[in-house]
């Protein structure tokens, strides 16, 4: 991009959405840190995808404004005000042609967010939207860009159905579009996902229409080849320094702080040798699939939820994401009972394990938690 911006040519610097990481709260911080570096790319238009709102509209809006991040988008709304989140279009200028940038969300990706989950947000047809959007457009700009996170399939129907739209740019892609690429006379231009590639076109554009009249398209690797930037890289390892002791310092928040280095647990299948029927109740039970359900949504590095989705997070020995304590995923038999290595056959481990309940059916986790009723989907 240097070398680009050295060349003092015209440049369109655009990218179509999914810059946010995963729903945790690590990625969170690393999403912090990308939109402060993203902030120095000079970007004039940043398309949003459903991952951009992983954790909230109010850190989307806080990176906008910190890092002057130009995200848009013409389709996506608050449910509870009808608005529209992000301004709908922008307008450059480059070489005496005045570009109109929009931007809209394939309706079928799911929008999730660690401050809500599903229903905040409302998607309008991205067809239906251009087609009243752009005659408005076209009065102030004489090329439009499109930002479209639809994915390859999504984006050639959308642009067989609309016309006006000169140039666009496909997010929500796995692969790149390596050639000159036109459909239904619009310039369609993509390099795939995480940033692994970045895709130029040169372009030339008549001045008087804004018709794209020629393209020259390349697509740069950033494999081990790529040279690596001194001082990005001095910021990349600064980084993930802090983001050790941001990890070190959430974990410290549950301790080990029960049980003996000298004890083990043996995981669910020592319990199946002899207690075959109370371990194929288990097996059945949704205490089997409490870690699935942290992968399923994005959560399984928390340390507020693994300390009750996985089994001995505050014991000694228990669960970590280290091998062989990684195998403790789920709620398995010694979470409520204890240590394998203290199987107790005078009944004290049927009312260690009665106690136990409540550690994670709290008032804030299990607010209608009553040991009968819960009692009979675990009964064994």
């Known amino acids: 991009m240097d070398k680009l911006w050295q060349e003092n040519k015209p440049l369109l610097n655009l990218d179509a959405g999914d810059v946010f990481g995963t729903r945790t709260q690590n990625e969170r911080e690393q999403t912090r840190f990308l939109c402060e ?8 238009g940043i398309g949003l995808g459903e991952q951009d709102l992983n954790y909230g509209l109010e850190f989307l809006r806080e990176m906008t404004t910190q890092h002057g991040l130009p995200f848009i988008n013409a389709n996506v709304r608050e449910t509870k005000t009808g608005q529209l989140i992000l301004p709908a279009y922008k307008v450059v200028e480059r070489n005496g042609v005045t570009y109109g940038i929009t931007s809209v969300l394939d309706p079928q990706q799911q929008i999730l967010t660690l401050t809500g989950g599903e229903g905040q947000f409302t998607v309008d047809d991205p067809a239906a939207t251009l087609r009243e959007l752009l005659p ?17 399939t999504g984006t050639e129907k959308l642009l ?3 016309q006006g739209i000169d140039i666009c740019v496909v997010g929500h892609s796995f692969r790149n579009i390596e050639t000159e690429r036109v459909i239904n006379d619009v310039a369609v231009f993509g390099s795939a996902y995480e940033g692994r590639f970045i895709g130029k076109a040169n372009l030339f554009v008549e001045e008087k229409s804004g ?3 020629a393209i020259d398209v390349g697509i740069t690797d ?10 990005v ?6 980084f993930k320094q802090d983001l050790v002791a941001f990890k070190d310092a959430r974990r410290a928040a549950y301790p080990r702080v029960h049980g003996s280095q000298e004890e083990q647990f043996l995981g669910d299948r020592s319990c199946f040798n002899c207690h075959e029927a109370a371990w194929q109740a288990y097996a059945a039970s949704a205490h089997r699939r409490a870690y699935t359900s942290l992968r399923k949504d ?9 300390v009750c989705h996985t089994t001995g997070y505050q014991y000694k020995n228990g669960y970590s ?3 062989p304590f990684n195998k403790l995923v789920n709620v398995q038999c010694e979470a409520c009972h204890g240590y394998g290595t203290t199987h107790a056959r005078d009944g004290k481990w049927r009312l260690q394990a009665r106690n136990s309940c409540v550690a994670c059916h709290d008032q804030a986790n299990s607010p209608n938690f009553n040991y009968a009723t819960y009692w009979e989907k675990i009964k064994h």
């Open 37 to 44: 570096v993203l902030g120095s790319f000079g970007l004039d």
């Open 136 to 152: 408005r457009l076209r009065k102030e700009v004489e090329c439009v860009v499109l930002l479209a996170h639809m994915g390859e």
């Open 160 to 162: 067989n159905e609309v």
């Open 211 to 213: 018709r794209v009249m």
């Open 222 to 231: 950033f494999d081990d080849k790529a040279p690596e930037d001194a001082e």
């Open 233 to 238: 890289l001095t910021r990349v390892e600064k």
């Open 298 to 306: 994005g959560q399984s590095s928390e340390p507020d939820c693994l």
């Open 321 to 323: 994401d280290e091998s």
